[in-house]
């Protein structure tokens, strides 16, 4: 299973791209793992604003629908409309064009709250 190593990790299983404005957050290539075929992602509109661990949106699979939680405070600017009307990209490749929203961050990112790769790789392992 892949977590690449430029992004970081939350313990709710969704990534956050920081390398560039505005971030870009998903979810992981574990969550889509765990949660079998996905049939359905529902994610906010553009201009919604978080704050951070706030649900922002579901995905559902055949086996159940699970809350998607904000890593960061901020608001919504983008809206990946590809994984909304195709949720199987999510399984293709959860971390490049399974993208869920990209977001203007609010506030400083606050670090401890998110995982490296390894550490997240740890953490799964123990899951």
Do not use: C, R
Request: aromatic share 8%; charged share 25%; hydrophobic share 45%.
């Amino acid at each position: 299973m892949e977590f690449p190593n430029g992004l970081k990790y939350t313990k709710d299983h969704e990534w956050i791209d920081t390398a560039a404005a505005p971030v870009t957050i998903g979810v992981t290539a574990y969550a889509v793992d765990q949660l079998g075929d996905i049939v359905h992602v529902e994610l906010p509109k553009v201009g919604d604003s978080f704050e951070a661990g706030a649900a922002f949106g579901t995905i559902e699979s055949t086996k159940t629908v699970s809350d998607l939680y904000m890593p960061v405070a901020g608001k919504v600017v983008e809206i990946n409309k590809a994984a909304v009307a195709n949720p199987q990209s999510l399984q293709d490749d959860p971390y490049k064009l399974g993208w869920l929203v990209k977001v203007e961050v609010k506030s400083k990112i606050d670090a401890s709250t998110l995982l490296d790769a390894k550490a997240y790789q740890h953490f799964v392992a123990e899951a």
